[in-house]
């Protein structure tokens, strides 16, 4: 009975910190400087540590996103497009930052070992990430394609869609043509 209770209350906490943002259009920005962790337990600070001509970034608002970021995994998987790709979990608020050691644990429970290099959870900058995109429809994953200077040359929001998966590999075509 404690648990549940406990879990109820936690819950309470992490959705009453939440701020709303409206969705962006963010080709030709620069992704904001922000740090996480891997779930390996490595700092990483984005897009500064990423040295590929393309980097793309999964981004995740709710747990119910991750439906998302697999479609969009398979779907790379499936058209053979191969480029570094990472998951973020991206959670905003004080109260998700006090239970990250709990939370980072649980994905380690349901993500193998050699997966764990590509998840990096950013808690401290949560808000900038979630401000800079948007968060409407918080479900719907962010794909955010970035060139190796942090440029975002593609942008998608909207869910998963075959349309949206090809129009990705168009534009990293476009991109390796010059």
Not at 25 to 43: D, I, M
Not at 54 to 81: A, E, P
Request: aromatic residues 10%.
């Amino acid at each position: 009975m404690f648990k549940v209770m406990f879990s109820a209350v936690v819950l309470l906490v992490l959705a009453g910190c939440s701020s709303q943002y409206p969705n962006q259009q963010l080709v030709g920005k620069q992704f904001p400087t922000v740090s996480g962790e891997s779930l390996e337990k490595n700092q990483v600070v984005i897009p500064r540590d990423f040295n590929n001509q393309h980097t793309l970034l999964l981004i995740g608002y709710k747990q119910d996103s991750q439906f998302d970021i697999d479609r969009w995994l398979i779907g790379l998987d499936m058209t053979d497009t191969v480029l570094p790709t990472y998951e973020l979990p991206t959670i905003q608020g004080m109260a998700p930052r006090m239970f990250s050691t709990f939370i980072d644990s649980g994905m380690r429970k349901g993500i193998p070992k050699e997966l764990w290099g590509g998840v990096i959870t950013i808690y401290k900058d949560g808000d900038t990430v979630q401000q800079f995109t948007g968060n409407e429809n918080p479900n719907n994953a962010r794909v955010v394609l970035i060139n190796q200077a942090g440029e975002i040359i593609y942008f998608y929001d909207r869910g998963f869609s075959v349309g949206a998966l090809n129009e990705l590999k168009l534009v990293l075509a476009n991109s390796l043509q010059f």
